[in-house]
């Protein structure tokens, strides 16, 4: 199942790809511009809305259940991968300096200076899919309706695209950094930063109430 969400993606994005496909580039050869979109859904306002609204519900449920339920420990574990995620992407970034498609047209400047130039990979999409990939490998066997989360940084990926924050490459790897954060941070028996939180916290804000 893990394999396959990535092959979703990669095909995702690929299809995305196809109509302009002779005018692409970048490492994998689909890197192009989308027609500019900062319309309705697509708008930039409503991007950061939704990954504000996905991190801010992260936290609130992790406070509210603590972490000696399952959920809880679901959502310290989506915090570890979007702090893992977060800190990759900033290091990523700086490494590669990347143009955006907002600044060119060429999709294989890399190597540009590290000021504006940081596209490679998507720090939104990755993000979004670190805080729900923790939610979907728990709950998704057993209820497959929790992979409907997906749609969010189906959502996303697009949105970035069509509003020339992001070439095709940038948010297949902001994907792929997201998923790798939040397998591991599934994977652990115990989060890192409720590790570091007192007793009120890790038994949940909810018993107070």
Request: one cysteine or more; proline letters at 6%.
């Amino acid at each position: 199942m893990k394999s396959v969400r990535l092959n979703i993606c990669v095909l995702y994005i690929f299809f995305l790809a196809t109509p302009t496909a002779f005018a692409a580039g970048g490492p994998l050869g689909i890197d192009h511009r989308l027609p500019y979109d900062n319309h309705g859904i697509w708008r930039r306002s409503t991007q950061r809305k939704l990954v504000n609204g996905v991190l801010l519900a992260e936290v609130a449920g992790a406070l509210w259940e603590g972490g000696e339920n399952r959920i809880g420990k679901t959502f310290w574990q989506s915090i570890d991968a979007s702090v893992i995620a977060g800190g990759s992407t900033f290091i990523l970034k700086r490494i590669f300096q990347r143009e955006r498609p907002s600044q060119t047209a060429d999709p294989d400047k890399f190597f540009q200076g590290c000021c504006n130039n940081l596209s490679f990979p998507s720090g939104d999409v990755s993000a979004i899919t670190a805080s729900i990939t923790p939610f979907v490998l728990e709950y998704g066997p057993n209820d497959p309706w929790v992979y409907a989360l997906e749609v969010l940084p189906a959502y996303d990926m697009t949105a970035r695209l069509k509003t020339w924050g992001h070439w095709q490459t940038d948010v297949l790897a902001g994907y792929a950094v997201g998923f790798l954060s939040g397998l591991y941070a599934h994977d652990r028996k115990f989060p890192l930063v409720l590790s570091v939180m007192p007793h009120a916290i890790y038994v949940g804000l909810k018993i107070d109430f």
